[in-house]
């Protein structure tokens, strides 16, 4: 959708003067967001016409799904005149988030499918793409690290769902609401910040019952 796409443009720098092969890099994450062929179309749309990418970069960011892709989907540079179509059933990205897909559900799946660190770093920045502002999205990416320790994730694993961009954006959003807060007169002990409930949060073992302040944080 033009809105996605507005985002990420934002999110990650883009514009037209990157390279083919460097835009081609942000392939995957795109098409774990743009989940169908509508979505991508409006995408492709919103780049050629709201920013003046070439249709060799739309393309590579956006690379026609055909009926002959494999399941790592190779990346095309250029684009071609085949027909577009929906991946058929077990064809589909491995990074793929479903609507219906719970955190818990997300990371028992990275554990049973073995899911390489580079493929959760893609998952990860999906998942917080999803959220309505950067301190949602790292609340998501907390809560997935916790649901991965309690599975008996790896380090590199559970490393790979930290993105310093959503923690830096998040805790700006933190220290803005704080200040403002101050400034409306109204005061919040630290218990209740951003980084304490998180501190909270990352040491909690989800397999036990929770006692009253889990469930409150």
């Known amino acids: 959708m033009a809105g996605i796409a507005t985002k990420y443009v934002t999110e990650n720098e883009l514009n037209n003067e990157i390279s083919i092969e460097e835009l081609s890099r942000h392939a995957l994450a795109l098409d774990i967001l743009?989940?169908?062929?509508?979505?991508?179309?409006?995408?492709?749309?919103?780049?050629?016409?709201?920013?003046?990418?070439?249709?060799?970069?739309?393309?590579a960011l956006i690379p026609k799904q055909t009926a002959g892709r494999k399941k790592e989907g190779a990346v095309s540079n250029t684009p071609d005149t085949t027909q577009e179509v929906e991946p058929k059933e077990g064809t589909v990205n491995m990074c793929q988030i479903s609507p219906k897909e719970t955190i818990r559900d997300l990371a028992e799946r990275i554990i049973r499918d073995n899911i390489s660190e580079k493929e959760v770093e893609v998952i990860a920045k999906a998942l917080s793409g999803t959220a309505s502002n950067a301190s949602a999205g790292l609340s998501r990416l907390t809560r997935l690290r916790r649901e991965l320790k309690a599975l008996g994730a790896s380090k590199k694993i559970i490393s790979a769902t930290f993105i310093p961009d959503i923690t830096c954006s998040a805790n700006k959003i933190q220290k803005e609401n704080r200040l403002l807060r101050e400034n409306e007169g109204i005061y919040y002990p630290d218990h209740f910040s951003l980084e304490s409930v998180k501190e909270r949060l990352d040491s909690y073992v989800v397999s036990n019952i929770p006692d009253k302040q889990a469930l409150a944080d």
């Open 34 to 59: 743009l989940t169908d062929k509508t979505k991508r179309d409006q995408a492709r749309r919103r780049f050629k016409k709201g920013y003046n990418f070439s249709e060799k970069q739309v393309f």
